[in-house]
């Protein structure tokens, strides 16, 4: 074994291997893999998966990754035998419930580009001829799906890499990893050392243990998953194809079944988690099929989907269950996979808690990102960045994991909260906020009032319409009558759960300066909303930046993610410092016409449109409470963002509340929050843009000055601007203003798939219904007619200028 390497990849499991192949196609020539199992059936997860892949994903990068891998299982081979099987994939409803989220379903694959139909009982049958079609609704079929054999895979994309000088280890275990200077410098093995500036852990479910050999928490918990084949089928007798029925998901029992050969597979997560420890796992291999993922099988885990299956498949009844398996692989609090570098240690990365349906695609977003620095997709949502310090304690990792488990295949509405760890994270407001009768959702941990049964009152005389059921769904008129006393009165927002950091130090401004697209040397006191980027200009994040101090910033940003990137580039030299104040501040959105006349009433300080101007920020004192005003708001009203210090947070509220009350305050929702954010037209990160966009393409040129300087991802913009939008976000409106759709709707024009909703709200204000979506720029051009698919039903919309409200900006700048 050679005793250097460029990058060492420890395991070989489906996403070591991908990684592998894709750092040499981007011309790495001395990787190194390692795996402690025998190439290529080395014992972990993808040694025993049955390799079902659907595609289609709430998420668009999940499904992205999905097609990407799809594709390269299909043109892989080995010895000229095929890796993947492109049968279709078909998800069967029982429920009505079910029945209608596959019309969604059909939706979001539209939306992701992804073909795909609802089929009718009778034609579900003709492809999976053994299903019972009278105990299904329909089916949501999707052609591109399939099957990979992620071992042959696996060694057919080692063989690629093996050809551009990657070398492949079995049977070495690395029992540790060398730091030198917050860097990785050499890989401890069983068979010697390997000096490397570069790890990346693709060890799945042992991921946790590798993170530890450099101090990173991997927040995974490997579970026990049921899976077993049975025996011949009478019905398939003869049959020598690998696979040629659709695979199958039955969701409505958590299951799902493949065909191979004359046998049938049948997978299940209608059981109850079964955590185990990766210090658990066995690192040995004993033999064929004695893999270390393998746990015993329990029986009667199996009962009660066994029994399910044969009534489902009843050609099942006659069949017997073979190889049955208690098989183990990764799951995460939310789900998603686990990707990035250590924030601690340079040079140690990790690709973990993959499934075998995204693993090449991960394989090459990873290449990409450790060799140019950008993934070429959006991948924020798998970001290991993403977790707030509270996910990673033991507890919460095991608890939510347990729970992602057990989610897997339920119907998730896009706002549904989670139930337990909860109330985590609380705003000082919340006792107040629990008096007016809150309804809580949850975000980042904290709990979110959504309306406030308080303010039903507010609804007399008003006639706001109901909702369908799914947009309906923590949705209550109240949240209505909210939005509008905002226009009329004032409302206090609970604004606590933002992140904030504060940057500060002598190298601050430059600092900033170079990681965000706006121009922040300005006059202390001034508040700036501008954009970080990434190396090819596509959108990181949206940043708010109040000037404090010379050198002194607050900033309101978008996540842990945020943190994380900026603490990324800090100078070596110490000149600036970085501190996330959000657990320590709390903050109140004062907004509506009389907001100037409660604040002001609270203080000595000028609060007047001459002293006090538009995107601007002051220390003041607001009564013995000592605050920053921010002037600004998301809502489009007059008012300011106040932060104080959390011991002061409930001081604050009563004070503005009981100098409101001559004005009719009250306490306003996320819900109107969001209907109010959404009527101004202002963008939010993540829903309205991401790093597949760019500014001009979000309609955020506004926040960009390339004038002043240089900036990550300033050359690359100018570049995107000259080539012009691939897409544009644009503002339509529904015809129809008693539908309101969620976000992430397919687009259409004239039949054709055009693009997808972003936010989505009704513009209580105007009597609108709004939806912002990603369009083709030839059919982003105000005036023109679109339909926007919402669970089967295409409704016309039109593209619109934008704000729609208040667009001469009269009442913010009173
Ligand atoms: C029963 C079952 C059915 C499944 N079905 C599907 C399915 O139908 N579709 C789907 O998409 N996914 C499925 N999955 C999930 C899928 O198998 C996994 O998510 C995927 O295989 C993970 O791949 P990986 O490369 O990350 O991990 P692994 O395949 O576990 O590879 C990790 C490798 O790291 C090595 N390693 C660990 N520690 C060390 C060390 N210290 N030194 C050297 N090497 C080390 C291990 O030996 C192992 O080979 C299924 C899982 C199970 C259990």
Request: proline share 6%; hydrophobic share 35%; glycine share 10%.
């Amino acid at each position: 074994m050679e005793s250097r390497a460029g990058v060492v990849i420890v395991g070989a499991g489906i996403v070591g291997c991908s990684v592998a192949e894709h750092l040499s196609r981007l011309g790495w020539r001395d990787v190194m893999v390692l795996d402690q199992g025998p190439l290529f059936e080395a014992g972990g997860s993808t040694s025993h998966a049955p390799g079902l892949m659907f595609q289609t994903n709430s998420s668009k990068t999940m499904t992205d990754l999905a097609k990407y891998s799809v594709g390269r299982y299909m043109e892989l081979e080995l010895d000229g035998r095929p890796c993947g099987y492109q049968v279709g994939g078909i998800e069967i409803a029982e429920t009505l419930e079910r029945w209608e989220d596959l019309k969604r379903k059909h939706g979001l694959a539209t939306s992701w580009g992804l073909q795909s139909e609802l089929i009718s009982p009778e034609e579900c049958a003709q492809r999976v001829p053994i299903l019972d079609k009278d105990r299904i609704r329909g089916g949501f079929y999707v052609p591109t799906d399939g099957i990979a054999k992620a071992v042959r895979a696996c060694e057919a994309m080692a063989r690629l890499a093996q050809e551009r000088g990657t070398k492949f280890y079995g049977e070495t275990e690395v029992t540790g990893i060398e730091i030198r200077d917050g860097r990785v410098s050499a890989v401890e093995t069983d068979r010697g050392r390997v000096e490397t500036e570069l790890v990346l852990s693709c060890a799945g479910m042992w991921g946790p243990r590798i993170g530890r050999m450099v101090g990173m928490k991997v927040p995974l918990v490997p579970m026990q998953h049921q899976y077993a084949w049975t025996t011949p089928l009478e019905e398939l007798a003869g049959e020598r194809r690998e696979v040629v029925h659709p695979i199958v998901r039955h969701q409505d029992f958590s299951m799902y079944f493949r065909q191979r050969g004359e046998q049938y597979g049948i997978g299940t997560y209608r059981h109850r988690p079964m955590p185990v420890s990766a210090d658990d796992i066995r690192r040995d291999y004993r033999g064929k099929g004695e893999f270390p993922s393998l746990w015993e099988f329990t029986p009667e885990d199996f009962e009660p989907s066994w029994r399910e299956a044969r009534k489902m498949l009843p050609a099942l009844e006659w069949a017997e269950i073979d190889r049955p398996m208690n098989g183990l692989f990764s799951f995460t609090p939310d789900g998603g996979p686990l990707l990035g570098e250590s924030r601690e240690v340079k040079g140690f990365w990790i690709a973990e808690a993959v499934w075998i349906t995204h693993a090449i695609g991960v394989g090459k977003v990873m290449a990409e990102w450790i060799t140019d620095g950008v993934p070429s997709i959006d991948i924020s949502g798998a970001d290991v960045h993403r977790f707030e310090p509270y996910a990673l304690s033991p507890s919460y990792i095991l608890a939510r994991s347990a729970q992602s488990f057990r989610e897997v295949y339920d119907i998730i509405h896009p706002q549904q909260p989670m139930e337990e760890p909860r109330p985590l994270r609380a705003s000082p407001f919340y006792p107040r906020q629990k008096t007016l009768g809150a309804y809580f959702l949850e975000a980042s941990g904290w709990e979110r009032p959504q309306w406030f049964e308080a303010n039903e009152s507010l609804l007399d005389g008003r006639r706001i319409s109901d909702r369908g059921e799914w947009s309906g769904r923590y949705w209550s008129k109240v949240v209505a009558a909210e939005a509008l006393a905002t226009r009329e009165r004032v409302t206090l927002y609970d604004m606590t759960s933002l992140k904030k950091a504060e940057v500060s130090g002598s190298g601050a401004l430059d600092f900033l300066q170079n990681l965000t697209t706006g121009e922040l040397d300005k006059p202390v006191g001034k508040v700036t909303y501008t954009l970080m980027l990434d190396g090819v200009a596509g959108i990181r994040s949206d940043v708010t930046v109040a000037r404090l101090g010379e050198e002194h910033f607050q900033l309101g940003l978008n996540g842990p993610r945020d943190i994380e990137w900026m603490e990324r580039h800090l100078p070596s030299e110490g000149s600036v410092l970085i501190r996330d104040i959000t657990p320590g501040t709390c903050c109140i959105g004062v907004w509506g016409p009389a907001a100037r006349e409660v604040v002001q009433s609270l203080s000595e300080d000028d609060f007047s449109n001459e002293a006090f101007g538009f995107f601007n920020a002051r220390r003041a004192y607001l009564r013995e409470v000592p605050v920053t005003a921010l002037r600004l708001s998301y809502v489009g009203e007059l008012g300011w963002e106040i932060y104080t210090s959390a011991d002061l947070g409930l001081r604050l509220w009563d004070l503005l509340w009981e100098a409101g009350r001559p004005y009719g305050v009250l306490a306003g929702g996320r819900g109107a929050f969001n209907a109010l954010r959404v009527e101004k037209g202002y963008r939010s990160w993540g829903t309205d843009m991401t790093t597949e966009h760019d500014p001009y393409e979000a309609g955020l040129g506004f926040a960009v000055k390339p004038e002043k300087g240089d900036f990550v991802g300033r050359e690359a913009l100018l570049e995107r601007e000259e080539a012009g939008p691939r897409r544009k976000l644009v503002c339509t409106v529904l015809d129809d203003p008693n539908v309101v759709v969620m976000g992430n709707e397919p687009v259409r024009a004239g039949g054709e798939a055009v693009g997808y909703v972003t936010s989505a709200d009704f513009g209580y204000s105007l009597g609108r219904s709004i939806a912002y979506a990603w369009v083709t720029p030839e059919h982003a051009r105000v005036g023109n007619r679109l339909k926007i698919e919402y669970f089967g039903v295409r409704y016309p919309a039109t593209v619109t200028e934008e704000p729609l409200f208040d667009p001469a900006m009269k009442r913010m700048r009173v």
